[in-house]
Structure formats: structure tokens, C-alpha cells
């Protein structure tokens, strides 16, 4: 499976960005969708996840601004989010998981990874 994120940028607090992954190889074995993101001085944190059957995870601190949403027939997964604030300012990765069903936002879950995508906001 390969991952490749896009819609990534810079935008003013309160903007809104669209970020996007398209999976291609053995799309069928996946079960989970997710995004996660990293700075240089934290650990990775997952934002969000969608499983096949569209079951939804947000973390704490992006519930009700952020919205993830996949299209089965592309393969490819969105994340939405709105209402940006400095802290969201990461790098995103765009995450697969062909191991598990249930799809918490632990990385380890997670065994295919995409280069990520830079965000950043600013004040």
C-alpha cells in the first residue's frame, strides 16, 4: 500500500485547510484510515481515523473542528479542519492499517505511512 498526502500550506488562525491522501497498491486489505501529526518537539499524536465501515476517532483537541471522510471508491481519505489555531502547526501523516479493525489513534495500529504534509498556522 502507498500513501501520498496532499493540501497541505500556511493559513492565518481561523482559516480552514483540506488536507488529502490517495492509497493506491492493495487497497482492499485496509481496514483503518488515519491522520496523525508531529512536531520537532513532540511525539506523534493521532487527530483522526475512519474505519471501512465509517466509524469515526477524534482526538480531544480537534473534536468539532476537524471532520475525516473517505471515499471508497477513490481511495482516498480527507480531513477537514476548520477553526485553525498555532498549535495545530505540524507535520501530517496519512496513515493505513491492514491489522486492525478497530481504529484507535494509536500509531502503533498503523503499519503504512505517507511522507506527510506540512501545516502550518499562524497567529
Known amino acids: 500500500v502507498q500513501l501520498v498526502e496532499s493540501g497541505g500550506g500556511s493559513v492565518q488562525a481561523g482559516g480552514s485547510l483540506r488536507l488529502s491522501c490517495t492509497a493506491s497498491g492493495p487497497t482492499h486489505n485496509i481496514n483503518c484510515m488515519a491522520w496523525f501529526r508531529q512536531t520537532p518537539v513532540k511525539e506523534r499524536e493521532g487527530v483522526a481515523s475512519i474505519s471501512t465501515g465509517g466509524s469515526t476517532w477524534y482526538a480531544d483537541s480537534v473534536e468539532g473542528r476537524f471532520t475525516i471522510s473517505q471515499d471508497n471508491v477513490q481511495n482516498t481519505v480527507d480531513l477537514q479542519m476548520n477553526s485553525l489555531k498555532p498549535e495545530d502547526t505540524a507535520m501530517y501523516y496519512c496513515?493505513?492499517?491492514?491489522?486492525?479493525?478497530?481504529?484507535?489513534?494509536?500509531?502503533?495500529?498503523?503499519?503504512?505511512w505517507g511522507p506527510g504534509t506540512q501545516v502550518t498556522v499562524s497567529s
Open positions: 496513515a493505513a492499517s491492514t491489522t486492525h479493525a478497530i481504529c484507535r489513534l494509536s500509531a502503533q495500529r498503523y503499519n503504512y
